[in-house]
Nanobody
Framework: QLQLVESGGGLVQPGGSQRLSCTAS????????IGWFRQAPGKEREPVSC????????PYEDSVKNRFFISRDESKNTMFLQMNSLKQEDTAVYYC??????????????????WGQGTQVTVSS
């Protein structure tokens, strides 16, 4: 059973940067498509980005394009989300997820079986 644990959340000022990490255990992330999702207060969970096993052109939700960057380090069994130029509207609980489904990753939560517990990111001055 794959287990995912996020870290790196916290309070950051608008315009700042933050890097989230998600370390896997119980399996190797190279076998999975991975994704990051977020949920702001009073809103539904939304996709941020995903990264396929063999595809190096990850899709991004429109509001984070050119600001957020997803990556993975298979030697560390860890995935990352680098967040730059943060805005107050980026405030949310961020979740990492993994999908065993074949093919390229998709930005749809229902495709993902394994989820982390979430880490809070608050963007505020």
């Amino acid at each position: 059973q794959l287990q995912l644990v996020e870290s790196g959340g916290g309070l950051v000022q608008p315009g700042g940067s933050q890097r989230l990490s998600c370390t896997a255990s119980g399996g190797k992330i190279r076998h999975f498509n991975i994704g990051w999702f977020r949920q702001a207060p009073g809103k539904e969970r939304e996709p941020v980005s995903c990264h396929s096993r063999n595809d190096y052109n990850p899709p991004y939700e429109d509001s984070v394009k050119n600001r957020f960057f997803i990556s993975r380090d298979e030697s560390k069994n860890t995935m990352f989300l680098q967040m730059n130029s943060l805005k107050q509207e980026d405030t949310a609980v961020y979740y990492c997820a993994a999908s065993i489904l074949p093919g390229s990753c998709v930005l749809r939560a229902s495709e993902y079986t394994y989820w982390g517990q979430g880490t809070q990111v608050t963007v505020s001055s």
